[in-house]
């Protein structure tokens, strides 16, 4: 069995950090909004749900460490990819 792990984000409800050997995903309610791979790979968001909400991007920017015009300039440049998470 793999080691997997669930975590709420800064200990707020329904704001999750799951590890698991693949890698990193941050998870709001439902939907997964960002996953970040264990073998340095390009980080991915989902196309959809990335700047879904304020609340969702409030965690997504504590989570990546950075502001949403930064998550912007890497999607526009290609150091994220847009793709569908869910």
Avoid: C, H
Wanted: aromatic share 14%; hydrophobic share 35%.
């Amino acid at each position: 069995m793999k080691a997997v792990s669930v975590d709420n984000l800064n200990g707020v409800v329904n704001q999750f950090i799951i590890t698991t050997p693949k890698g990193q995903y941050f998870q709001s309610y439902d939907s997964i909004i960002v996953f970040v791979p264990a073998n340095s790979g390009k980080i991915q968001l989902d196309e959809y749900y990335w700047a879904y909400s304020k609340t969702t991007g409030r965690y997504r920017n504590i989570f990546l460490g950075e502001t949403k015009a930064e998550t912007q300039r890497n999607i526009d440049n290609g150091t994220y990819k847009l793709t569908n998470l869910n």
